[in-house]
């Protein structure tokens, strides 16, 4: 089994429209959740604050530089994530799949065009470790 994250990905019409209707959108959300728990693939799942709450720590210069949000284009922003252990990344992208944004989106077409990134978590043993790894993350 590998671990998979599921990477909620919205844009500012999504997520105002996901906002003005939280519950409907919390159960649905809610739902998707129970199933995977059913399954037995769900490792963890959480949302993230809004990005104007948070910093970033910008390491480009000589000495990290602390900016508070918002920053960055929010397209580029991610919103929570579920962490699936499953056995593929095909099974990864049918969970994905499953997510109710599309059930959503149709009772509020503003809801439409969210996505979701699949991503493999990397194994221990697939980090590079010591000498090997130059110095390079």
């Given amino acids: 089994m ?5 990477i909620m990905r919205g844009t500012d019409e999504t ?19 129970e199933e995977m728990m059913e399954a037995g693939v769900l490792v963890a799942a959480e949302g993230l604050d809004d990005p ?4 970033v ?13 918002p920053y960055g284009e929010t397209r580029e922003l991610f919103g929570g994530y579920f962490l699936l252990d499953v056995a593929t990344q095909q099974e990864a992208v049918e969970w994905a799949k499953r997510f109710p944004a599309l059930e959503w989106a149709k009772r509020f077409p503003a809801g439409r065009g969210s996505k979701i990134e699949v991503r493999r978590v990397a194994e221990p ?7 090997e790894s130059n110095g390079q993350i």
């Fill in 2 to 6: 590998s671990k998979y994250m599921l």
């Fill in 15 to 33: 997520n105002a429209a996901m906002m003005a209707n939280i519950d409907e959108a919390m159960a649905a959300t809610g739902r998707f959740i």
């Fill in 52 to 55: 104007g709450r948070g910093v």
């Fill in 57 to 69: 720590v910008d390491f480009s210069g000589e000495a990290p530089v602390v900016t508070d949000g």
């Fill in 125 to 131: 043993d697939e980090v590079p470790h010591g000498s």
